[in-house]
């Protein structure tokens, strides 16, 4: 009896999963309208904070969050996304990057 040969299986998929626009705002409702509305995040070193999450607007800051240790990427823009809702809704901003500033006596 003749063998067959067996061709080799093919390599895994490298394709990035594509999210379907109907879903995509779902995630970070918050952020989603606020960078709609020509709001903007940035996310990285900023000074001597490894790890940072702001959100601004042309006039204000309204949510500067540091890294928590073992905090995920995914749970740092969650908690921006709640922050800069709080920001928006009760004008309660956060800053967890800067020095508070103390009134002169």
């Known amino acids: 009896m003749a063998t067959r040969s067996r061709k ?11 999210v379907p626009a109907a ?7 918050t952020l989603e309208e606020f960078i709609a509305g020509d709001g903007q995040i940035s ?4 000074g001597p904070v490894s790890c ?14 540091k890294r928590r240790p073992d905090e995920t990427l995914q749970q ?3 908690r921006l996304d709640r922050a800069v809702q709080l ?4 004008e309660i901003f956060t800053d967890e990057i800067n020095a508070p ?3 002169p006596r």
């Open 8 to 18: 080799p299986a093919p390599p895994p998929s490298r394709r990035v999963r594509v």
């Open 23 to 29: 879903t995509a705002g779902r995630f970070l409702p």
């Open 43 to 46: 996310i990285g070193t900023i």
């Open 52 to 65: 940072a999450a702001i959100a601004s607007d042309e006039h204000n800051i309204l949510a500067a969050l």
């Open 76 to 78: 740092l823009l969650e």
């Open 87 to 90: 920001a928006l809704e009760d």
């Open 101 to 103: 500033i103390k009134a």
